[in-house]
């Protein structure tokens, strides 16, 4: 069974910094690519960032891109999520997922197994 399992959210003023990370444990993880999402309060889950299977592809949403940066360590079985300039609008529920095939996807339906998430409150 795969299990993921996110940490590393917290609360953080607006202009700062947070790494999150992601473990996986059963399954394969270095054959799959990984997929980073979020959730605010009354909206839906949505995109955030993805890797494929070596790290070779990333994928950004627009709101994120050049502000954060997706990362995997292959034989930690860990994913990454390394996020600067934090804004308010950052503030969600984060989500790692394992994606179904080698490659990056941004959507929802190509992840095949959730973590349940880490908090992010960013603070103006």
């Known amino acids: 069974q795969v299990q993921l399992v996110e940490s590393g959210g917290e609360l953080v003023q607006a202009g700062g910094s947070l790494r999150l990370s992601c473990v996986a444990s059963g399954g394969t993880f270095s054959s799959y690519g990984m997929g980073w999402f979020r959730q605010a309060p009354g909206k839906v889950r949505e995109f955030v960032a993805s890797i494929s299977w070596r790290g070779g592809t990333t994928d950004y949403a627009d709101s994120v891109k050049g502000r954060f940066t997706i990362s995997r360590d292959n034989a930690k079985n860990t994913v990454y999520l390394q996020m600067n300039s934090l804004k308010p609008e950052d503030t969600a529920v984060y989500y790692c997922?394992?994606?179904?095939?080698?490659?990056?996807?941004?959507?929802?339906?190509?992840?095949?197994?959730w973590g349940r998430g880490t908090q992010v409150t960013v603070s103006s």
């Open positions: 997922a394992r994606g179904s095939t080698l490659d990056t996807s941004r959507r929802a339906g190509a992840y095949d197994y």
